[in-house]
């Protein structure tokens, strides 16, 4: 069975600090991984990673994925208040079934 | 978020009813998916299209049904709602390089 499993499950830190979130892997017809935050409502698109290596940026957040170990992070530097959420990483299948699946996400509290 | 438009935002019903869940997109995605989200459990996905006309099953398919008749809308159909099915339901679309959620509806089953 495909899973995708997030780590640390939730996380305390303060303002200021850099933290890096894990997604491991475990599919067949790999795609692509996405990184979501959700707040109180609906989760909001980071990014999509499809190819190895690459680093994806956008302000503070960024995201690399590894094909060959089968994971990737989420790194968020000098962290705010306001990115206290969920971040939810999620799977895309290729092949013939486009399927998206999820991990449970990691609960992060930002201290002020 | 913009583009993704589900309907209803709430609803309460009693065991045994029925409704309809919509989700209605307007930027030409291929790719609709249904999920549920309950505490300690995260996403799970309850059914998907690939396409108009075109369905697959889920993680958690069962008591639910789904009809992408036209390209901008996915629907979910719950026939005979039990309380195992309150839940917060998100409908998600997907191009190459983006991806987007609806705002969520919140269905309690009493």
């Known amino acids: 069975e495909d899973k995708v499993v997030q780590s640390p499950l939730s996380l305390v830190v303060h303002e200021g600090d850099t933290v890096t979130l894990n997604c491991s892997y475990e599919?067949?017809?790999?795609?692509?991984l996405l990184w979501y935050k959700q707040e109180k409502k609906a989760p909001t698109f980071l990014f999509m990673l499809?190819?190895?290596?690459i680093e994806k940026k956008s302000g503070r957040l960024s995201s690399i994925l590894d094909k060959k170990e089968l994971f990737s992070i989420l790194n968020i530097t000098a962290t705010q208040t306001g990115d206290s959420a969920v971040y939810l990483c999620?799977?895309?299948?290729?092949?013939?079934?486009?399927?998206?699946?999820f991990g449970t996400g990691t609960l992060l509290a930002v201290q002020p | 978020n913009a583009g993704v438009t589900q309907t209803p935002k709430f609803r309460v019903l009693k065991t045994g009813q029925s409704m309809t869940l919509l989700c209605a997109q307007d930027?030409?995605?291929?790719?609709m998916y249904w999920y549920r989200q309950d505490p300690g459990m995260g996403l799970r996905l309850i059914h998907y299209?690939?396409?108009?006309?075109?369905?697959a099953k889920g993680e958690v398919p069962d008591g639910y049904n789904v009809s992408r008749l036209k390209k901008q809308n996915f629907l979910l159909g719950l026939e005979s709602a039990a309380p195992s099915q309150t839940s917060v339901y998100f409908c998600?679309?997907?191009?190459?390089?983006?991806?987007?959620f609806g705002q969520g509806t919140r269905l309690t089953v009493v």
């Open positions: 999620a799977c895309l299948y290729g092949g013939a079934t486009n399927k998206l699946i």
């Open positions: 599919v067949t017809n790999f795609r692509s």
């Open positions: 499809t190819s190895s290596g």
């Open positions: 930027m030409n995605h291929e790719y």
């Open positions: 299209s690939v396409g108009e006309g075109t369905t």
């Open positions: 998600a679309t997907l191009t190459f390089s983006e991806a987007f």
